[in-house]
């Protein structure tokens, strides 16, 4: 039986490419540049802030290599401030997100979010979707040295509570988190709905692959 549960956050939980698009398009118009479609912008989460803005001065996945230091400065201090102002506006939470933590707290497990998302966003987009009460620790990618794939996350976790590998559960939907949770020997979870850049979760081979949250129920032994 796990007692520890890791979250990832955008595309697991939270649908929140809506409003990243949205900050995208405010971005890029400040500096006059093209607007992208909402879709070409969600093959591009994933990665935190600063890969999304390097990939949309990009204008594609492939980051260039020949963006300016300081227009991707002023680029992502924009679109920071554009996010910042509209964290959920759009964004949703995916079917059985609530009900299905609610029913993993009542049976006791912890639950903790690993987001690449900085904190300054993960943290009001948890409160304002009504989710934060779920969660004791929350690590954004600016909390460690390291960030997803790195293991350094999700092994900041299990030293938090003591805990051991076999005892934690990685739920994601990218490869970032199945490689993060593979390489600190976690369990991996692999939701096939969110933001992994066209690539099916299963490709990256993570022990549980589901199209639903409350899926999660089973793997843990609660249904």
Not at 130 to 159: M, Q, R, T, Y
Request: aromatic share 10%.
């Amino acid at each position: 039986m796990f007692k520890l549960i890791c979250f990832d956050l955008d595309g697991t939980l939270v649908d929140s490419v809506p409003d990243l698009a949205a900050a995208v398009n405010c971005m890029l118009s400040d500096f006059d540049r093209a607007h992208f479609s909402e879709n070409e912008v969600r093959g591009w989460v994933g990665n935190g802030a600063q890969v999304l803005v390097q990939r949309a001065l990009s204008g594609s996945v492939n980051i260039a290599d020949d963006i300016d230091p300081a227009l991707f400065n002023d680029a992502l201090a924009s679109f920071l401030k554009h996010y910042s102002a509209n964290v959920y506006t759009h964004s949703v939470l995916y079917p059985n997100v609530k009900e299905t933590l609610t029913a993993l707290r009542d049976a006791g497990f912890k639950l903790a979010i690993v987001t690449n998302k900085p904190m300054i966003q993960a943290i009001p987009v948890l409160e304002l979707a009504g989710i934060s009460e779920f969660f004791e620790v929350v690590l954004g990618g600016d909390s460690l040295a390291e960030k997803k794939p790195n293991p350094l996350p999700l092994l900041h976790c299990l030293n938090h509570y003591q805990l051991k590998a076999e005892d934690a559960l990685m739920v994601g939907d990218s490869k970032n988190d199945i490689i993060a949770a593979q390489a600190a020997s976690f369990t991996s979870f692999g939701l096939t709905y969110g933001y992994n850049y066209g690539i099916p979760i299963s490709d990256s081979n993570p022990d549980f692959v589901a199209d639903d949250f409350s899926e999660l129920l089973a793997a843990v032994k609660l249904k």
